[in-house]
């Protein structure tokens, strides 16, 4: 099993940029594709972005196009996300997760394709 911790989460204010890190252990993330999601309170868990194992190609959520980056590290394996250009709406618990159930090149953002999921990181954007 692969093992997800998440950090970089904190405040900041709108238009400000944060960069959240998802360190794997217990297996290389070579073998997974993997994405984040983010939880606002009182709605549900939503997709925010993905990537390839090979980090060859990604996929956001509209609403985060060109304002987030997903990227992965694999020998240093971490996956990231930078985001810039911040909005309150942007307030959520993120989560990174990983899955070996799709094909080499193919990515999802569907939360129920992920079978591990870190314990989440807090972002708060102030307006």
């Known amino acids: 099993q692969v093992q997800l911790v998440e950090s970089g989460g904190g405040l900041v204010q709108a238009g400000g940029s944060l960069r959240l890190s998802c360190a794997a252990s217990?297996?290389?993330?070579?073998?997974?594709?993997m994405g984040w999601f983010r939880q606002a309170p009182g709605k549900e868990r939503e997709f925010a972005a993905a990537?390839?194992?090979?980090?060859?190609?990604?996929y956001y959520k509209d609403s985060v196009k060109g304002r987030f980056t997903i990227s992965r590290d694999n020998a240093k394996n971490t996956m990231y996300l930078q985001m810039n250009s911040l909005k309150p709406e942007d307030t959520a618990v993120y989560y990174c997760?990983?899955?070996?159930?799709?094909?080499?090149?193919?990515?999802?953002?569907?939360?129920?394709?992920?079978?591990?999921w870190g314990q989440g990181t807090q972002v708060t954007v102030s307006s």
């Open positions: 990537i390839t194992r090979n980090g060859g190609r990604t």
């Open positions: 217990g297996r290389t993330i070579n073998n997974y594709a």
């Open positions: 997760a990983a899955t070996n159930r799709v094909q080499y090149l193919s990515l999802t953002s569907d939360s129920t394709d992920y079978d591990y």
